[in-house]
């Protein structure tokens, strides 16, 4: 079938959106057809490395969110009609699956940024020939795409199906971040980094579960202020001065928790240093390849602090996105106040203005 597609070309900085040929679905496919798809920081980076990650020109897109159109004839656990929020793809055979969290799939970069299927081909094609596809198996930056069931999660009527895309990526990682992976305990001091769409997500989730402190660090001043209105605390402009002497007035005792998502060294380095004994440094922002962290091994051995990597909020996403939608049913997670809808074929605007901080979430209705 024709679709439109905004299409990725290795070495260019802006997608193009033309029409490209999609396939029926396979036996275990299922073909959405895409009310609104988030834009995350990872389709700017797979854009960027498109040279580097996949032969072909590609088609991204990993936060959408539909309806079921056709289903291939193994596919059971959604029917023609569903509304479905598309997140991750995992193998859910492996050990890492079969023990949980997901997101820890041994094939987890195979199944999402491949830009193929298993068998090799990717169901896609464009006016110069085969698109790169399958991206965290859904490619939905489209008016249409193919994905799997262990993507898909039903949404409920309540909730506007064209902003439910991002709960399938930025939303569960910085939710999960605090409610999963870090755990945060009520009553504790939390220091957040980078006030972007998984940054506020996780200032959300750190007033949801009850935290006492909740610091947002991030230079744009409109982020601060949606920040303070939706659970933070305080609010710390790193232009502004040494934030470690900034977090010391607030706690002087030091944070049980901080959570990174810019991925910057001096960001991190500054983070760390702001723990108390026992402290627990998340870490989800994707850096340089030869970023590295200078540690304190002492820190860690003889003080207990610890650091963690996360991938996708740990989330278990037939668990968490159903919980992430009754949080934000009960008003508790106010996500859409973050989104700015754009056209599809607006979506170079669209990151223009998610980059330069006019906008938190884009998401981009076809
Ligand atoms: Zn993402
Ligand atoms: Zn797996």
Redesign the pocket.
């Known amino acids: 079938m024709k679709i439109q597609a905004a299409v990725a070309y290795p070495g260019e900085t802006e997608f193009k959106v033309e029409t490209v040929t999609l396939e029926q679905p396979k036996d275990d496919e299922i073909l959405i057809e895409i009310a609104g798809v988030g834009i995350c920081h990872t389709d700017i980076f797979a854009r960027d490395l498109a040279a580097v990650l996949f032969n072909d020109p590609a088609v991204l897109g990993h936060e959408g969110a539909g309806t079921v159109v056709a289903v291939g004839e193994r596919v059971s656990k959604v029917a023609v009609g569903d509304r479905v929020a598309v997140t991750f793809r995992?193998?859910?055979?492996?050990g890492?699956?079969e023990r949980g969290p997901?997101a820890y799939?041994?094939?987890f970069q195979v199944l999402n940024m491949s830009g193929k299927r298993v068998d090799g081909s990717t169901g896609l094609t464009g006016e110069t020939g085969q698109l790169a596809g399958n991206f965290f198996g859904q490619s939905s930056f489209a008016t249409h795409c193919l994905t799997y069931e262990r993507n898909v999660v039903k949404v409920p009527e309540s909730i506007p199906l064209e902003l439910a895309g991002p709960l399938g990526c930025g939303i569960q990682t910085g939710a999960g971040a605090i409610l999963n992976s870090l755990n945060a305990e009520p009553g504790t001091a939390v220091m957040i980094c980078g006030g972007g769409p998984v940054g506020q997500s996780a200032v959300m989730a750190a007033k949801i579960r009850g935290c006492r402190t909740i610091i947002l660090v991030e230079p744009q001043a409109s982020r601060r202020d949606f920040a303070l209105e939706h659970g933070a605390t305080h609010a710390i402009d790193p232009a502004a001065g040494d934030v470690k002497v900034a977090v010391k007035e607030i706690v002087p005792e030091g944070l049980e928790y901080a959570f990174d998502t810019t991925g910057i060294e001096s960001v991190i380095a500054d983070a760390a240093a702001c723990l108390k004994n026992r402290g627990a440094l998340g870490l989800v922002g994707l850096s340089h390849v030869d970023a590295s962290l200078p540690v304190k091994i002492n820190r860690l051995a003889g003080a207990g602090v610890r650091l963690i990597g996360i991938l996708e909020g740990d989330s278990e996403p037939d668990q968490f996105i159903p919980e992430l939608m009754d949080l934000h049913l009960a008003g508790k997670l106010p996500f859409d106040k973050m989104i700015t809808t754009y056209p599809f074929e607006d979506i170079n605007r669209a990151i223009a203005e998610q980059h330069a901080g006019e906008c938190i979430k884009a998401v981009l209705i076809p």
Do not use: I, M, Q, R
């Open positions: 995992s193998c859910g055979s492996c890492n699956c997901a799939c041994e094939d």
